[in-house]
């Protein structure tokens, strides 16, 4: 396996070093043991770990790991929700054989998955920037501070290039940069390999590569200043010294939410509220922004409901919260339930802090007195 290029990317929080990421060409089922991880990231069809020929699921079997087998031992399934899944640890033998301790597999169109997100399944380079939400969730650590799996080290394909013909061109810069907005928003991976393997690929690639770390400038550590923040709904208001609440919630409890916020905003002394009255574009520059206001609030307060665990744009919201909370190491996330009901899925390993039975007005502002005496 060699290495074409890397560049280093600056972490927000600086405490700790840059992360690396590197661009190689090689066959991963071969890893040598200079270049071991902690986890294989691949994709897949929906339940389909047949080794084609040509595939990388091929050569692993050609070496001894079958997918098939690997796929019965999953650690943790989060397909339904985001579309991938995690193994146990492979037999210490094959650990040491393939150089890797485990296989992340990403299933962009299990039926769950498309249906829970209202994701378009047709959109493979929004999948694999999906990739960074599901090693988010497994890599990030819980409330409690504790790291359910060791992920500083990764290495992946130019994922869906292979069956799914997705085009390097297409793919490689949306998974470059969803790979840069999270390791400087403090996924804790230290080392992302990026493996190309055929010479075609190999060219394209390394161009696209140089173009990125190129014009890649690491990120301020300091919130823009209000007159930088041009989103049409976001109040830049109080960005200067930080905000006190920063408020995610779905759009589509946006009445109800409103307010909580105007119920919040009433309390003394006037807290700075982080009030997003817009739809937010997926990804992008105004994730990026609300990723700063993040970054700079006190509280990071989740209206949970059905519709919050099934939008992306919460989704990459709470996974900032949580980045912040490790990489701070203090809590930060107080989470409101708005409905009382009981089959509402727990979102993302976080418990109810308070409970309001559909929305009532009542129970809304005594949950912003609430919020606002234990912050």
Not at 123 to 129: E, L, N, R, T
Not at 211 to 233: D, E, H, L, M
Not at 315 to 334: M, S
Request: net charge positive; glycine share 4%.
């Amino acid at each position: 396996m060699q290495l074409i290029d890397q560049w280093l990317v600056s972490r927000s929080d600086g405490a700790r070093g840059p992360a690396s990421i590197q661009l190689l060409v090689g066959d991963l089922a071969n890893m040598p043991a200079e270049h071991a991880v902690d986890a294989l990231v691949v994709s897949a069809f929906p339940d389909s770990y047949t080794p084609n020929p040509g595939t990388l699921f091929a050569s692993l079997l050609n070496r001894g790991l079958d997918m098939e087998q690997v796929a019965k031992r999953k650690a943790e399934d989060e397909r339904s929700r985001l579309g991938c899944w995690i193994s146990k640890p492979l037999p210490k033998k094959l650990a040491r054989s393939f150089h890797f301790d485990r296989i992340i597999c990403f299933e962009p169109r299990y039926h769950e998955f498309v249906k829970n997100t209202h994701w378009n399944p047709e959109s493979p380079q929004d999948a694999v920037a999906f990739v960074f939400r599901c090693l988010n969730n497994f890599a990030a650590a819980d409330p409690d501070g504790r790291q359910r799996f060791k992920l500083t080290k990764l290495a992946m394909p130019l994922l869906a290039t292979g069956n799914q013909a997705i085009p390097v061109e297409d793919l490689l810069p949306r998974l470059l940069e969803s790979a840069v907005f999270w390791l400087e928003a403090g996924l804790p991976v230290d080392e992302l390999k990026v493996v190309a393997f055929s010479s075609k690929d190999v060219a394209v690639a390394k161009r696209i590569f140089r173009a990125a770390k190129t014009g890649y400038r690491p990120k301020r550590r300091t919130p823009p200043k209000p007159s930088q923040v041009k989103a049409p709904g976001i109040t830049a208001a109080g960005q200067k010294k930080g905000y006190d609440f920063f408020v995610s919630y779905s759009h589509k409890q946006e009445a109800e939410v409103l307010q909580f916020v105007k119920a919040l905003k009433a309390t003394s002394p006037r807290p700075k509220v982080f009030f997003d009255r817009t739809s937010i574009p997926q990804g992008g520059l105004w994730i990026k922004a609300l990723s700063d206001a993040i970054r700079d609030a006190r509280t990071f307060v989740a209206v949970l409901s059905p519709d919050y665990s099934s939008s992306l744009v919460c989704w990459d919201e709470f996974q900032c919260a949580k980045l912040k909370e490790y990489n701070d190491r203090k809590p930060v996330i107080k989470t409101i339930r708005l409905f009382s009901d009981s089959n509402l899925p727990p979102i993302m390993g976080i418990h109810s802090y308070i409970d309001c039975a559909e929305g009532d007005l009542r129970k809304l502002r005594r949950a912003a007195s609430l919020l606002r005496s234990k912050s």
